[in-house]
């Protein structure tokens, strides 16, 4: 099988999720190349995946046909115009930052095929979801190849608009954070309740974990399974009849407002 050859711009989290998932379906390391500034991480980056991690990024990206940025948004300007001279000519560009348009991009990289992807942590366990937007100037090829890289990591959705990738970040990109607040805060009421901490979460944990199960497998949509929970007049009906209470709904539906906003703001902000 022809693997692309791809190089990492930034090795932190995602971008090392990402060359995990590669390695394990099975692409060569010599295939990738990584950039990252510390020696300490270079050091454990190259350890644990057999790949080349250099200081310089444009070294990195030397006869890449993919390079993926990988570093913080607030970071983004400065690592791309560098990076501009250096880009190999008809490469593929993916960029996972959270609001960094790819109209900004083209501006600081110039014209170039642009795949704008919004991933999300448990790619680190290849269970990830990612919502990816392609530019007018990305092939089909790259496209595909695009979606290869993200789907070593868990599920992929192509989007129309650009503009949707707000509404990503919104629901899965920031996603796993919200069920972790959930997790804590039940955690928390159930060692008010008596239990020990360590029951209380182990408690939480697994049950998030089987509801996610339940909900992926199962024939029934998640209102569905959450009616089978809640027996007429029982435990689950006065808890959830408690958040309902509380505005739980227009809560959720205020804190992925707030997000997708935070997401079209940083556009503004990070992306003259
Ligand atoms: N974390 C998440 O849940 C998600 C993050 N994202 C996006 O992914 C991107 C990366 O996030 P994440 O992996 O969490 O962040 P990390 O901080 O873990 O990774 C960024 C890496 O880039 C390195 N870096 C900094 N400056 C440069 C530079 N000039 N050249 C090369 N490398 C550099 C950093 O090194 P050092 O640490 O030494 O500064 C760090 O290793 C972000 O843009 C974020 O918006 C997208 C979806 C989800
Ligand atoms: O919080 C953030 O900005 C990043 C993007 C999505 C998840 N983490």
Redesign the pocket.
Known sequence: MNHPRIAF????????SLIGGLIARGVPADRLTA????AE?RQRIAREHGIAVLED?AIAVAGAEIVV?????Q??K??CL?LAPALPAGVLIVS?????PCASLERWLGEQAIVR?????PALLHEGASGLYANARTSTAQREQAEALLDAVGLVLWLEEEQLIDAV?AVS??G??YFFLLMEAMTAAGERLGLPAETASLLARQTAFGAARMALVSDFDPAELRRRVTSPNGTTEAAIKAFQAGGFEALVDQALQAAAHRSAEMAEQLGQ
């Open positions: 711009i930034g090795a932190g989290n995602m971008a090392t950039s990252e500034p510390q991480q990024n940025l990988a570093v913080k948004p970071v983004m400065e690592v560098a996972i930052a959270a609001g960094i992807c919004m991933p999300n942590t970040t990109g920031s796993p954070a």
